[in-house]
């Protein structure tokens, strides 16, 4: 049972990232770091992939130390994330297209992790008060929240609809 439950999660986790990698993939150059009466599109993907990281930690406190993080602190800069303060920093696609494979590596890693126990244990979050496997449904539907503005955004520029995604799609080639 297990086994069928994570697989599963990883699915509509993987398709809801290859949902945002859709829209990473099909965004003008032109349009990267451009706002339309709202965020910047390359904000809106940082913030998405910074808390699909974030959630997928097991909790607050070691989550800056992780060697992605130290590795590429120049991209995490001061962590304007976790402030109550909007967002000034702009991000450069190849970055996001870096910090989406390793939420990729990192979903699959933790979900293989967990156990019963873990899953129908605290989130680890003590401002998200549901279970570890309510916290993986509620990513997933920022994940999509997300992808489905951008995705508008895109239509709105490109004519073109953003198509359905299934867990069938490869990731990034």
């Known amino acids: 049972m297990k086994s069928s439950f994570t697989n599963a999660l990883i699915n ?6 290859c949902t ?11 349009e990267w770091n451009e ?9 809106v993907v940082f913030h998405t992939l910074f808390y699909t990281d974030f959630y997928l930690h097991r909790d607050e406190s070691s989550f800056k130390d992780q060697a992605f ?17 909007i967002p000034v920093n702009l991000y450069e696609r190849g970055h996001c ?24 244990g605290p989130s680890g979050f003590s401002f998200k008060q549901f279970s570890r496997a309510e916290l993986y449904v509620y990513v997933i ?7 489905a503005q951008l995705g508008l955004r895109l239509q709105r520029i490109s004519g073109h ?8 799609w490869k990731m990034l080639n």
């Open 161 to 168: 609809e953003m198509p359905w995604i299934s867990s069938g």
């Open 35 to 43: 706002s339309h009466d709202d965020y910047p599109f390359s904000q």
């Open 20 to 30: 945002l990698a859709h829209c990473i993939n099909s965004c003008p150059e032109t």
């Open 141 to 147: 539907r920022h994940i999509q929240h997300h992808a």
């Open 69 to 85: 993080h130290r590795e590429n602190s120049e991209f995490f800069r001061d962590y304007e994330e976790l402030q109550e303060k």
């Open 97 to 120: 297209e870096e910090y989406l494979k390793f939420c990729i590596e990192k979903c699959e890693a933790t979900l293989r992790a967990d156990d019963p126990e873990t899953l129908l």
């Open 12 to 17: 509509q986790f993987k398709s809801a990232l």
